[in-house]
Each structure stands twice: as C-alpha cells, then as structure tokens.
C-alpha cells in the first residue's frame, strides 16, 4: 500500500505558499492506519526500546500507539508550561524563532532507550532538540522516527541519531 495515497495535501494552510501534509486522512482509514502502524512497528522496535517519546502534538497520536504494540513506555514532549510536576526543559531555535521543548523530569531514568517518534520532520529543529533534551537527562538515544519526512527541507542533517521515515516528500 502506498501511504502517500492516504496523506492529503492541504495548500496555504497555515499560511499562505504552505503545502500543509494532513494525516487525518490517514488516521481515519482502517486499513492505511494499520499498515502505518504495522511498519512503524517494525522500524521502530528493531532499535529496541525501553520508551518512546512523542513529540508534541501529532507524534503523541504515533508514539503511544506505537507504545503500547511494542511494550514498552511513552513519554511526552511538550512546549512550554505544559506539564505538570517538574519538568526539564531546553531552549532551541527555530527558523521563525525560538521555542522550549519540556519532559517531566521524572519521566525516564539514565541509561534508557528512548526513540523520539514524531509525525513529520520538516527542518529538523524541534526534533533534534527533542533529542538533546533527552541526553541531557542521560536517556540514550538510538534512533528518530517520522511518519513523514520533508527531504528536501533537510531536517535529518540537523539529527545526530539515525533518523527514518515511512514516507519522503523531496518537493
């Protein structure tokens, strides 16, 4: 099954020259989710690991899925001020900024393996400081997942954990 048939491009959106790829067509096919997962499943549990942490929003909607097929723990990434208790955070910039990413800071011990699953990788900011922040709290980091990926964006240059993708876009 070719899963580029269940993403809908959406032009403009969020703003104007934007092609926006929407995975709601997908989640909402039975049978696309479940080849999605299943593939995701085989990636991502080939690295063996204890959790997984989605960052926030779309990749909690693959990563605690994900979570739960393969046993083992998920996690949240999230922006600023967003979770309760302690938190550990890290400051990173963004093409059109910056921004905080968080995880409790309790959330996982030094030495686990945690894959770092997100919807899309465009430029590679958020997830790579998802991953940072993740070393710094000690967790080790064998791999980054995506169900999408922006080739042409070059996200993936920016990651210092091998990165793969259940789709590519190189336009």
């Known amino acids: 099954m070719d899963l580029k048939d269940h993403i809908r491009g959406v032009p403009d959106f969020p703003k104007p020259g934007i092609l926006f790829y929407d995975i709601s067509t997908l989640l909402r096919n039975a049978d696309a989710w479940q080849v999605a997962m299943g593939r995701l499943a085989r990636i991502v549990g080939a690295y063996r690991p204890d959790v997984l942490a989605g960052v926030e929003s779309r990749g909690f909607l693959l990563a605690a899925p994900l979570a739960l097929k393969l046993g083992c723990g998920f996690v949240m990434l999230r922006k600023r001020g967003k ?19 968080e995880i409790q800071s309790d959330a996982v011990t030094p030495g686990q393996r945690v894959v770092v699953v997100d919807d899309l990788l465009a430029t590679g900011g958020t997830m790579a400081a998802g991953i940072a922040l993740l070393k710094n709290v000690k967790a080790e980091v064998p791999a980054a997942i ?19 993708a259940l789709v590519r876009y190189d336009q």
């Open 146 to 164: 995506a169900l999408i990926e922006l080739g042409f964006l070059h996200g993936r240059d920016r990651l210092d954990v091998p990165f793969e």
């Open 83 to 101: 979770l309760p208790g302690d938190t550990v955070g890290l400051n990173y910039d963004l093409e059109y900024g910056s921004d905080r990413i």
